[in-house]
């Protein structure tokens, strides 16, 4: 194992994690104003293989910082951040990202689209076309193969998005906010999909939202952050198996609006401090 | 707004969009299309008023009738047709070049920032210095040649053209790239996969632009540097005195531009950067 961080050595030990977060603090300087930001600080996290961890947090609390430096696009000032117990230096097709905005290629199909990493990747035509159109069928894309993006809805597009991360068949996936944009009735059909999908597929999830309700939803456990600089403020496990899940379920079950309350306490409690803070 | 003859019948409801009824507005619906023609039936009115009125010498304006007479006889004796089709040749090969050479030229400087820096007080000295005022050292270095004319042509274009394939490199939103290099992809592929396929709207812009440029900088070349050509042919009639050709070639440098643009170019975005939903027409 090659540590180039010249860091720790690597927490490969008992039970390896499948991304280590440990004593990461990240320092930018932010391009409008010239003034050195102070990002994350000392945030230490453990994220299981298979298992989805949901981050909520006030804006600017560093939650998209430590998704860039997990992705690989940036790094860390401080600390390490391991996938599977090596470093990170560079994104790659181990870690798929789906992201808020639309980050499929325009000049692209949907099927171009959903088989551009394994163009990357240099996977056989065959082989290509076989796995392009399972995805397109379990995302519900049937049909839309030669559309470009523009002729489709949010909501589709970010199936799109979602069937080409999942098109390379990474072990994680991570998520910034992906169903942001999308209109409250399809947010409630992609919540709900994405959960069979993780589970069917075994992926292991770092999923970044605003709602207290779909972290809590989706989540085997929701990562409360603390304002800038943003620190782990609690880690509140999500009762019962997410297998059960769906909305009506959600909406029924008194252990998981417990959930939703004490989550929903952690950030407000946030918010109120940032406002006198300001 | 129409089709209600038989209004009140509930049970007859309609199976398609609502029948368009024929009036006097739908029949004269297919002039409102031919509408970019007004200014020019407006213009040519103008002219042929004004020499009416006027009716000024025959060296300084001369009457529709006798430019089209002109540039019949023009056609008849073959020598407008060789004269465009030198034109054009010249245009195409120019174009050639200097697409050739600032577009590559212009990614470069897009995804470089060093390069950008560094480059682009020269870039915009030179852009500065039109390609005219070069024409007295190009006749010195290359003579009354084809090669001053093409380098004319490509200095003209190279700006635009470099400048917007620049800026469309630069306009590429960081999440595609982004996107793109968690799918594993290299810089080169994600140059060979964003950057450029992204940046094509402004390509096109700046060939467009480049195109129109150099068509213009290929008439001056042809003032000074003559043999043949549409500038050529503008440019001798002044000898003679013939205004009706000079009248005539300025017209056929326009129509040749629109046949140019409607023929080539537009066909081109449209199948690209409409199709991908860049750019809406």
């Not at chain 1, 180039?4 to 391009?31: C, Q």
């Not at chain 2, 009125?53 to 089209?68: D, T, Y």
Request: net charge neutral.
């Amino acid at each position: 194992m090659t540590d180039s961080n010249g860091g720790r050595a690597g927490a490969a030990s008992a039970a390896p994690a499948t991304i280590t977060v440990d004593d990461l603090s990240h320092w930018f300087v932010s391009e409008q104003s010239g003034q050195t930001v102070h990002a994350l600080d000392q945030v230490d996290l453990a994220i299981q293989p298979g298992e989805f961890v949901t981050v909520v947090g006030p804006s600017g609390c560093g939650k998209s910082t430590l998704l860039n430096i997990l992705a690989g696009f940036i790094k860390p000032s401080y600390g390490t951040a391991l996938v599977n117990g090596r470093p990170i230096t560079k994104p790659g097709p181990d870690r798929g990202v789906v992201f808020q905005e639309l980050a499929i290629l325009p000049w692209r199909t949907v099927y171009r689209n959903i088989s551009h990493g394994l163009e990357i990747q240099k996977v056989p035509k065959t082989e290509r076309d076989e796995r392009v159109a399972g995805l397109t069928q379990l995302v519900g894309l049937e049909g839309f193969e030669n559309h470009y993006p523009h002729q489709l809805s949010g909501g589709m597009k970010q199936r799109v998005a979602v069937a080409r991360t999942w098109a390379s068949d990474p072990d994680i996936i991570l998520m910034d906010e992906p169903f942001a944009a999308v209109d409250a009735m399809t947010r409630l059909t992609l919540q709900e999909e994405l959960n069979r999908l993780t589970l069917a597929t075994k992926k292991t999830v770092f999923f970044i939202t605003h709602s207290v309700e779909e972290a809590v939803f989706l989540g085997d456990r929701v990562v409360a952050m603390s304002a800038r600089p943003g620190r782990i403020k609690a880690e509140v496990p999500v009762p019962g198996d997410r297998r059960d899940r769906t909305w009506e379920v959600m909406s029924n079950n008194q252990d998981l609006q417990g959930c939703v309350e004490e989550v929903l306490g952690l950030v407000r409690d946030e918010a109120g401090e940032q406002e006198i803070a300001h | 707004m129409s089709a209600s003859e038989t209004a009140g019948s509930l049970a007859e409801r309609p199976t398609g969009p609502p029948k368009e009824v024929t009036t006097w507005k739908t029949r004269i619906r297919w002039i409102y299309k031919l509408k970019g023609l007004t200014p020019f039936v407006a213009a040519l009115l103008i002219w042929w008023l004004t020499w009416e009125i006027w009716q000024p010498h025959e060296r300084i304006l001369v009457s529709p009738a006798e430019v089209w007479s002109a540039l019949v006889a023009l056609v008849r004796e073959g020598i407008l047709s060789a004269y465009i089709e030198q034109s054009l040749k010249r245009l195409a090969f120019g174009v050639m070049v200097g697409v050739g050479v600032g577009v590559p030229l212009g990614w470069l400087i897009g995804l470089n920032r060093s390069l950008a820096d560094a480059s682009e007080p020269v870039l915009r000295f030179f852009n500065s210095v039109s390609g005219i005022a070069w024409l007295p050292l190009l006749i010195l270095w290359f003579g009354f040649t084809e090669r001053t004319i093409t380098a004319i042509i490509v200095y003209t274009m190279l700006f635009p053209v470099l400048f917007n394939a620049m800026i469309g490199v630069r306009t590429v939103p960081d999440r595609l790239s982004q996107a793109t290099r968690t799918l594993g992809a290299g810089r080169l592929r994600v140059v060979r996969d964003v950057y450029m396929p992204g940046s094509f709207p402004s390509v096109m812009t700046g060939v467009r632009l480049g195109i129109g440029f150099g068509w213009r900088a290929l008439i001056a070349g042809e003032f000074v540097v003559g043999g043949g050509g549409l500038g050529f042919l503008i440019f001798n009639a002044r000898t003679q005195g013939l205004i009706s050709e000079i009248i005539g070639g300025m017209l056929v440098l326009g129509l040749l531009w629109l046949a140019l643009d409607r023929l080539i170019l537009q066909p081109i975005e449209q199948y690209t950067t409409v199709r991908w939903g860049l750019v809406r027409l």
